[in-house]
């Protein structure tokens, strides 16, 4: 039974009875951030590119996540959505002191963006139902996100991805309504 094993996707055996399939762009990028941090394990000032994230978006009127969601008709979402966006808050001002973690964000972050950008937003635009606009949220950035996310720190949750969305939305990087 010694006999070599053939997959017809782009699967793999790594020999612990874990089969993977391919990874995708953003599981790559946490893996070769995560790979490289043996070479700076030092304090660091915050990256200029994280700092983008996490400040206020400079071309938007600051209204904060509660008057977003109101705007956007997804006031439901607020009482979850600001212990969510406090969590991640908590956990990014810890990132600070971690260039890997600094790096993991600034990728998870550019992802979660483009992807409201590119198939959130168009739903939002096009008055598609709330269930649906959940659906690909979940599908396109909640799953996405921790799939790629989880081998670095496996005590990221989902819920912590969607707290990174609404932090975001706080910030005014993402709108919930047809404004911008």
Not at 60 to 77: A, D, H, P
Not at 139 to 160: G, M, N, Q, S, Y
Request: glycine content about 4%; aromatic content about 8%; overall charge negative.
């Amino acid at each position: 039974m010694g006999g070599q094993v053939n997959y017809e996707d782009a699967s793999t055996h790594n020999g612990n009875n874990v089969f993977e399939s391919e990874k995708s762009a953003l599981e790559k990028a946490i893996q070769i951030i995560v790979a490289s941090a043996s070479k700076n394990s030092g304090l660091v000032d915050i990256i200029d590119d994280l700092n983008d994230y996490i400040t206020d978006h400079p071309y938007r009127e600051i209204i904060g996540l509660e008057k977003k969601l109101t705007n956007g008709n997804r006031e439901e979402l607020y009482p979850k959505a600001v212990l969510l966006k406090n969590r991640f808050e908590r956990r990014i001002a810890k990132a600070q002191l971690s260039i890997v973690e600094q790096k993991v964000y600034v990728q998870v972050l550019s992802h979660i963006l483009s992807a409201f950008d590119q198939y959130i937003r168009p739903k939002i635009l096009s008055s598609q139902s709330k269930e649906l606009i959940d659906a690909a949220v979940f599908e396109r950035i909640i799953e996405p996100v921790h799939k790629a996310i989880i081998d670095f720190d496996d005590c990221v949750t989902k819920e912590l991805v969607s707290g990174m969305l609404f932090f975001l939305t706080g910030k005014c990087h993402v709108a919930w309504d047809k404004s911008c």
